[in-house]
């Protein structure tokens, strides 16, 4: 007992210190405190009370009470989305267009990065990133500007060889079967690369004296690339997969919405474009807050889950 | 550059045929990234019937400079390259000045609940309020259509709040830090005279990062702006190449033209380089100090 108290009163002295210490060195430095304030102010009113407004997926809104004073309607937003037949074909067209870019698109990267690492060209090499880098900086109005110039039944070079071979011309982006590989393929065009960047900054950190060991034990390139090149990206893959899982649900909507015309519309719409629509478009706040935070939290569930995979599975990930 | 590992050793017959692979590999992406901005430039060049009877390949056929005379005159286009100009240099001013003040504090250790104030940053990449919420408050705000809308919302990037953070955690020594603190230089001072004269390069990356996602955006404007002398480039480009809508004032200067030419055709492709010219010119320039950019965000992963 009087061990107890001896202990207890010490570790109070301790911690007391301790406060007292972190109090002193807290206005030693209340500077850094104001220079923080301004983002912190930042991200407190533009991100964190928006959060606080997520309350309406689970309300009716109305504009003269707010979002506070508005009155609770339980799921009742979820039950409609759920049970209206366009729903599942939103979720579908998300979930597709996005597992279709995740497949088609990751190893594209990796192979330019690689290749690119074995050229010793300087300027080769440096032409061919230049180049494979530059649609990055194209926006997206005017990437999805030169896509309806390019696919042009009328005048687009993709019809003009169509007809140049005898077909007949077709209107690419009218169809709806061809949405989701134009949409990928477009920005794979786009962002390859500047992913390859990245694998190209992990490349050039693998160590030159096992490159030499394994040249002096006769590996063959390929070889190389395989035990040594590809091993020392491993985490850079594994954390851009972690990361593109865990943007499933985002699927590049201001592109997509670009893209969408009233031919293609069941295969382009998606859950960003329909929630903009629903919200902004007809005014329905309520109804557009429930569907964007079911878009929320798939993703975050799905991003967790892929770094818990990660973890698991390998030793890297993101936290 | 120190010797390549392959020049230690002849090559094997496999290790030539790899090479001829790779050098072949690296030439079709090349053609296959590089032909539709040849091809777009190109056409911008030609003369619209050129065009549509599809004589063009790969280089301008009869060369004109019709489009980008159509361009030129518009004054929607000139106005949104004005608007663009604005938003992108305020813009990117107030995104380094918050980049700055958050990363710097951040990047102390002296600063008590670090990773209390790093979390609160971090977890809005996690899951954020949405649209709607977000549309709410700059609503309730009172910035729905005024340019303040184009600047606020994005004033800063956690992203590039990370990359800023290990650029100067990496950068500046702790030692320094305590030194200068010892000899009674304030923060403010310190951040001022010290941090900010080393941080060029990261600032220099920032900018350019900010500065050419202020350029490209279109979705804020669409949302947050109305007035129509408020529109970036992006949008009025929305207008012409997107939903077809050339602007009435503009379609009687040259509607004489048009019949004629079929000029409204080459005028997209003649919009499409104008708009892209800015960033693109810059680009080959600016483009070690991206990748450098990369490189520092991917240390820390």
Known sequence: MKADVLVRTDWNRKSRRITRHTIRRMLAHWQLYVILLPPLLYVIIFHYIPMYGIQLAFKQFQAMSGIGGSPWVGFKHFDQFFNSPSSWRIIRNTVGISLYSLAAGFAFPILLAVALNEVRGRFFKKTVQMVTYAPYFISTVVLVGMLMQILDPRIGVINQFITLFGGDPVNLMGKAAYFKSIYVWTTIWQGTGYSAVIYLAALSGVSKDLQEACVIDGASKLRRIWHVDLPAIRPTIVILLVLSFGNVMNVGYEMIFLMQNSLNLTTSEIISTYVYKVGLVNANFSFSTAIGLFNSVINLILLVAANYAAKKFTDSSLW | MEAHPNRLMKESPGDRIFNVATYLYLAIVFVLVAYPLIYVVSASFSAPSAVISGKVWLWPVEPTLNGYEAVFKNKQLVSGFANSLFYMVAGTLINL????????????????????????????????????????????????????????????????????????????????????????????????????????????????????????????????????????????????????????TMMQDFEVLQRKQGLADIVKYAVIVVASLPVLLIYPFVQKYFVRGIMIGAIKG
């Open chain 2, 97 to 248: 000045v918050m980049t700055v003040m958050a990363a710097f504090p951040l990047s102390r250790k002296e600063l008590f609940g670090r990773n209390l104030f790093m979390a609160i940053f971090l977890f809005t990449m996690l899951f954020s309020g949405g649209l709607i919420p977000t549309f709410l408050l700059v609503r309730d705000l009172g910035l729905l259509d005024t340019r303040w809308a184009m600047i606020l919302p994005v004033a800063l990037s956690v992203w590039n709040l990370i990359i800023t953070r290990t650029y100067f955690q990496a950068t500046i020594p702790d030692e320094l830090y305590e030194a200068a603190s010892m000899d009674g230089c304030t923060d403010f001072r310190f951040l001022l005279r010290m941090a900010l004269p080393l941080s060029a390069p990261i600032l220099a990356v920032m900018a350019l990062y900010y500065g050419v996602g202020h350029w490209n955006s279109y979705f804020n404007a669409l949302i947050y702006l109305k007035s129509p002398d408020l529109q970036p480039l992006q949008i009025i480009l929305r207008n012409i190449l997107v939903l077809n809508q050339l602007d009435p």
